[in-house]
């Protein structure tokens, strides 16, 4: 069922992410061509507040060209630890420092031709503080509750994977612990 590798080309090297094209070799000993879009480790956090309300942000993605909902999240720095990017990510987004912060699950968003891995915290907050958005992001935070969020996945106003994987996730292991 595995595939070997008969040659590798990076067709791009961008700051975030670069793009392989793979020649590789079938289990059945043909051919075939697999591109592969690098992508480092990423964390993303759902968080609570005391008063039941979650935190959210909306912002514009443009390779959307729409406002998107989200849970926060990010790209983890070189030698930082996921724990840490999870804790930097929510203070720079919405001003959050978390009570208390914990590790749910891994999530591949496309393994079909990427390699980005993102993990999913659950964080308990209280009151924000100064945020630190980067240069070049215009975000909003957005509290809800439960019952508001679980409206807006039937509806269809939530689309972003992390956000639905994070929301499962806190809903399969959180809430019924």
Not at 13 to 37: Q, Y
Not at 97 to 116: A, M, N, Q
Not at 117 to 134: L, Q
Not at 147 to 167: N, Y
């Amino acid at each position: 069922m595995r595939e070997r590798t008969i040659s590798k080309k990076t067709v791009f090297a961008g700051r975030i992410l670069s793009m392989d094209v793979l020649e590789v070799e079938l289990p059945d000993g043909h051919t075939g061509t697999r591109e592969i879009v690098r992508h480092g480790a990423a964390v993303a956090v759902i968080a609570r507040r005391r008063d039941d309300r979650f935190v959210f942000i909306r912002q514009f993605r443009k390779a959307m060209e729409r406002i998107c909902f989200e849970v926060m999240a990010g790209n983890v720095d070189p030698g930082e630890e996921m724990k840490a990017a999870a804790i930097r990510e929510l203070k720079e987004e919405t001003g959050y420092v978390p009570d208390s912060i914990r590790f749910l699950s891994s999530v591949y968003p496309s393994v079909g031709y990427c390699t980005e891995r993102i993990d999913i915290f659950y964080a308990e907050v209280h009151e924000p503080g100064e945020t630190g958005f980067d240069h070049d992001e215009n975000i909003e935070t957005v509290l809800i509750t439960e019952k508001e969020m679980d409206s807006m996945i039937r509806t269809g106003e939530v689309q972003d994977g992390k956000t639905l994987a994070a929301w499962a996730l806190w809903k399969n292991v959180i809430r019924t612990t």
